[in-house]
């Protein structure tokens, strides 16, 4: 049983709008976007929203598919089943050919994959009163850091998913670049424009020069100076946040009685939203039962015992996300931990946060400067970054970003639909 909604009605507007979308599947969060006259170009795709959450809950007591909100609300209340987030991270990792088990039966993650596109083209397709056959999909600069043939693997998958998923023809565009395209429908002068989009996956920038009068044509490669990418994102953040802060309290760093220390891959898998469900298997529960029996600190043990046995992993990531964002305008929060035995409240702070996360913002500003090398521009002649992007607005990264261009006004677009409105521009333009 799937949950999705009912198929579109004819819309009056088909006829003088865009005859495809934009999709911007994202790490945390997916759009789509569709060019019409006189309208936002972002659809909506869950309550009124156009965000829909990159998250799938099967629901084992209602045998049923939830998406979105919906499915992080089911797996919240406490229904049995399985929570799969981050599906994105999937593609350029050897995991895209395997498959996990869901409610009793093997699940591909090529279909689980092709079954979330699915559900975001129908939901867009409603919102749009007219289906799309053509589309034109954002992707990273680098789904995989050097590695030209990985790389280009992943994005021929992600094409298979979604030709699987209802679509006959497909475009590329860079993300950056996307956002590049809906920054530059609000300016009037030309600028040479860096776009920062630091989404929950990977951090992308674009070097374009941009202006009104650029925007009419066709063919944009002249204007692209330079392109890059890191594979660091918001989900990198919260993991290293949770590595750092509440970790320890299970355990991690801790001695067994042969002075050598609890292995870290039980933590890094907890902490890692693509992998936290490795965390359930029956091999893993007999070997953390094992660890328990040889720990020198058997509290701490006894509550990444507890965690596990909930299949609380997911909630301890929504709670380390939840303490990143909060550290976005705060410098210190209290963030309760109900669902872990003691129930402690870990006290976050900006400086420790800054400091767990302190070596990936390194890597981003590297992949700047490498930028600006390679398009042989000076910091100076920029006269503007332009951020998008959910994880953008951390603080550090921010700061690291604009100390690097000191010159440049620093321009905020819609962190969650700036990509997605630029790919219904440039759907437009190549499939009219």
């Excluded at 530059?184 to 996956?201: H, K, M, N």
């Amino acid at each position: 049983m799937m949950k999705s909604e009912a198929s579109p009605a004819a819309s009056p507007l088909a006829s003088s709008a865009a005859h495809a979308c934009g999709v911007d599947f994202g790490t945390s969060n997916s759009t789509v976007g569709w060019s019409r006259p006189g309208q936002s170009a972002m659809l909506a795709l869950e309550d009124g929203k156009t965000t829909l959450p990159s998250v799938v809950f099967f629901n084992a007591d209602e045998d049923a598919v939830y998406f979105g909100r919906a499915a992080l609300a089911n797996y919240l209340v406490g229904y049995e089943g399985r929570l799969m987030r981050s599906l994105k991270s999937l593609l350029g990792t050897s995991l895209i050919d395997g498959q996990t088990e869901v409610m009793g039966r093997a699940l591909p993650f090529r279909t689980l994959l092709a079954q979330f596109h699915g559900e975001l083209k129908r939901r867009a397709e409603l919102a749009a009163g007219r289906s799309f056959d053509s589309a034109v999909l954002g992707r990273p600069v680098h789904f995989v850091d050097g590695d030209a043939e990985a790389d280009q693997k992943a994005e021929d998958t992600l094409a298979e998913i979604a030709e699987e998923a209802g679509y006959r023809h497909i475009e590329f565009q860079y993300e950056p670049i996307a956002a590049a395209f809906a920054y530059e429908a609000t300016i009037d002068r030309e600028e040479l424009v860096l776009v920062a989009d630091i989404g929950g996956g990977t951090s992308d920038f674009s070097l374009i020069r941009l202006s009104p009068e650029r925007a009419r044509c066709d063919e944009r490669h002249d204007d692209i100076l330079a392109s890059a990418g890191v594979h660091v994102g918001g989900t990198d953040f919260d993991k290293y946040l949770s590595l750092t802060t509440v970790m320890p309290l299970l355990g991690m760093g801790s001695l067994l009685k042969n002075g050598s220390e609890v292995p870290s891959s039980y933590y890094f898998n907890l902490a890692t939203w693509h992998t936290i469900n490795l965390a359930y298997t029956q091999k893993i529960w007999s070997q953390l039962q094992d660890v328990l029996r040889d720990a020198a600190e058997r509290d701490r043990l006894e509550r990444l015992l507890d965690l596990v046995r909930q299949r609380a992993g997911h909630w301890l990531a929504i709670r380390m996300e939840e303490g990143k964002i909060g550290l976005s305008d705060a410098a210190t929060i209290a963030l309760p931990l109900e669902r872990l035995a003691g129930a402690p409240t870990l006290a976050l702070t900006r400086s420790g946060f800054d400091h767990a996360i302190g070596h990936l913002v390194e890597k981003v500003a590297d992949t700047v400067d490498g930028l600006l090398t390679d398009a042989g521009v000076r910091a100076g002649d920029i006269d503007t970054v332009f951020f998008t992007g959910g994880s953008s607005g951390v603080p550090l990264l921010r700061e690291t970003i604009s100390a690097l261009l000191p010159a440049a006004r620093s321009v905020e677009g819609d962190l969650f639909g700036s990509i997605g409105a630029g790919l219904a521009l440039d759907a437009l333009r190549k499939f009219g």
